[in-house]
């Protein structure tokens, strides 16, 4: 029996917003060999190309990025099932685990991991293990579907990957779309704990005051358009979001895009990420999705935009 499509989920959200972290839980929680992850970081044009924003170097503007290149991977991804080679090979990301405090567990303990693996694998795999976890917080995940074949996924990850501006365009080629999301003070918060970035040409240290005149302002003008009064702080558009096929994760008091509020903190008190209901929520999204079938924004023609 022929291998199905694969699973190609496009993980984004702002600098720091839990992306990488997120991407390794889920390579980890699944069976050996089914995730591979593909990261956006690796598609970056040489620092000589890249543009400048108030006076320092711009890693967040659209122009930064190899997106034709990057598109070619995806193509090939939809095309074989299987991420190239010389991703894995040529990828820096390793070199950015854990550079600066950047734990992937997070805190999560082993239990609370061996629980959504038991979960991952009752509904991926066919296998009775309910996981109380995923079900308690999720009943909708609960199903007697048995899947004799399981779908392998493709994680990209990155921090322009919806936006329709893109040149060329790569939301028609996935087929799950999750946006992450953050305030400006955590995303200052968490860039400011790491010691800076492994790029192809050495380590880069954010300058005074990066955050503030670079990073945010590009997400504000790439994302602003899925929210309300263009607030990335605030509340989605649900009637964009739905155009786009994108699901926003609930963070802290703000909405996602299914219409869930989460309350986390008391009042003057910073909204946490809570890494353990992020990756129940993710989770609960890629099950729904391999339950539903390949579904892209549009049909994709042979240079991979929409139509």
Request: contains cysteine; charged residues 25%.
């Amino acid at each position: 029996m022929p291998h199905p499509p694969p699973l190609i989920i496009g993980l984004s959200g702002p600098s720091s917003s839990g992306k990488t972290t997120i991407a390794h839980h889920i390579q980890a929680l699944f069976p050996p060999d089914s995730v591979s992850l593909i990261h956006q970081d690796d598609f970056y044009l040489p620092e000589t190309q890249l543009p400048t924003r108030a006076g320092m170097l711009d890693w967040d503007s659209a122009a930064s990025f190899d997106f034709a290149r990057l598109q070619t991977v995806l193509l090939e991804v939809r095309r074989t099932g299987e991420v190239p080679e010389w991703v894995d090979r040529e990828s820096r990301e390793v070199g950015n685990v854990g550079v600066g405090g950047d734990d992937h567990d997070h805190g999560l303990s082993k239990e609370v991991l061996e629980m959504m693996e038991r979960g991952v694998r009752s509904w991926y795999l066919g296998i009775d293990e309910p996981s109380p976890l995923l079900s308690s917080s999720h009943s909708h995940l609960d199903s007697d579907s048995q899947r004799k074949t399981p779908r392998k996924i493709i994680i990209l990850e990155g921090i322009l990957l919806f936006p329709p501006h893109l040149n060329p365009p790569l939301s028609p080629l996935l087929t799950l779309r999750i946006l992450l999301t953050s305030t400006l003070q955590d995303t200052k918060t968490r860039r400011q704990a790491r010691s800076g970035y492994v790029t192809a040409e050495g380590f880069w240290v954010d300058p005074p005051d990066y955050v503030e005149k670079v990073v945010w302002p590009n997400y504000v003008l790439n994302h602003g358009f899925l929210f309300e009064g263009g607030d990335v702080e605030g509340r989605v558009r649900g009637d964009v979001v739905r155009e786009h096929g994108i699901e926003v994760c609930p963070r802290g008091e703000g909405k996602g895009s299914d219409g869930e509020m989460r309350k986390e903190a008391k009042e003057g008190q910073e909204r946490q990420w809570d890494v353990k209901k992020t990756l129940a929520w993710v989770l609960s999204k890629i099950k729904k999705a391999l339950e539903e079938g390949d579904a892209p924004a549009g049909r994709v023609r042979a240079d991979g935009t929409g139509g």
